[in-house]
Structures are given as C-alpha cells and as structure tokens.
C-alpha cells in the first residue's frame, strides 16, 4: 500500500497533530545528530512545541557557544551588507554628480556653438562672449607659437643644408684641384709644357 502524499497544512485533529510533531521532532532531531557525526558539522536545533515546552540538540557541549557564534555571523553578514549598500548608495550620489555635469557641459557646448541662446538673458549672453574671445585668443597664441616653432626648424634646416651645400662645394673644389694637379704633372712628365690654368 502507497502512503499518501501529506497536504501541508495546519491538522486540526489536536491528537494526530501531536502524534505527528512527536514522529517528526524525534526525526528532526536524530537527522541533526547524523548532519553532525557524518560531517563533522556544528549542529544546533532548537524547537517549541505549540505549548511552549523546550526541544534542543545542540552538537557542541553549549548550545550558548553555537548561537553566540550564530549572532557573530549575522552580525557580520549585516556589516557586510551595510558596507555595500553604503558603497551602492556613494555610486549613485557620483552617478547623480556626473549626470548633472554632463548636461551643464553639454547646455555650454550648444551655446558656445550659437545655438540654444533663446532662454539666455543679456549676462548670460556676455559670459559666452568674453568665453569665447578667451577661447580665440588662446588657440592664437597657440597657433602662433606653432607658427614660431615651424620657423625654428625650417631656420635651422636651412643652416644644416648651407653647412652641407658649403662643405660639398669645398670638397668639389678640392677634388678639382687634385685632377688638375694631375694633368699637369702628368703633361710635365710627358713635355707638353706648362698648362695656362692652374689652382693656387
């Protein structure tokens, strides 16, 4: 015979109600003190009876020791989980900072491009101006100084080309000179007689 599945539910019966919290405190209690030799858990059960009597199993000598440590882990899972909603609750305050930057970034960008300005009152208006002067006169000096560094290394490029054009001259010079001298001594040991041009 199949044993029936068991509704759970409150039994109204008080005597089979009884039965049952006696049949399945004393399994409650001998799976606990099994949970404890076969894993070497700490196990503590504690159950009241619905007239206040007192069931416990506790796997340490004290069962004060086990829920003190209970009380310990709970209190430090609730630190844990106040440190983070502290740290959630930071992100969002940087969250909200940086949201309002980026639309007061973005409210100065379209003015700055001339657009948007119809809500803008005359000071306003004066602000952007004297902000975009300043903005003109410090990407000209910018560029100016651009300018001047460009200068710079063409000046100095070209004092490096008229060194190497000098040098290059000399050395032709030379080399001309040397096959000059060449021909001569080579026309006096042949008795051509003495060439008209010759280098000093």
Known sequence: ?????????????????QVTFSKRRSGL???AYELYVLCDAEVAVIV???R??????????????????????MKEAQTDISDTEGYVQQLRVEAENMAKM????????????????GSCSIEELKEVESQLERSLKNIRAKKGHLFQEQVE??????RF????????????EALTCSRQNSDVETELFLGL?????RCS
Do not use: D, W
Not at 102 to 117: A, C, D, N, T, W
Not at 153 to 158: I, P
């Open 52 to 73: 206040g009597r007192l069931y416990e199993f506790s796997s340490s000598n004290n069962m004060q020791t086990t829920i003190e440590r209970y009380r310990k882990c």
């Open 1 to 17: 015979m199949v044993r029936g599945k068991v509704q759970m539910k409150r039994i109204e019966n008080a005597t089979s109600r």
């Open 193 to 197: 007689g003495l060439p008209e041009n």
């Open 153 to 158: 290394q063409l000046k100095a490029k070209e």
């Open 161 to 172: 080309l008229l060194e190497e054009n000098a040098k290059l001259s000399a050395k032709n």
């Open 48 to 50: 009241f009876s619905h």
């Open 29 to 31: 209690l001998k799976k």
């Open 102 to 117: 980026i639309e007061f970034l973005e409210v100065s960008r379209r003015k700055m491009l001339g657009q948007s300005l």
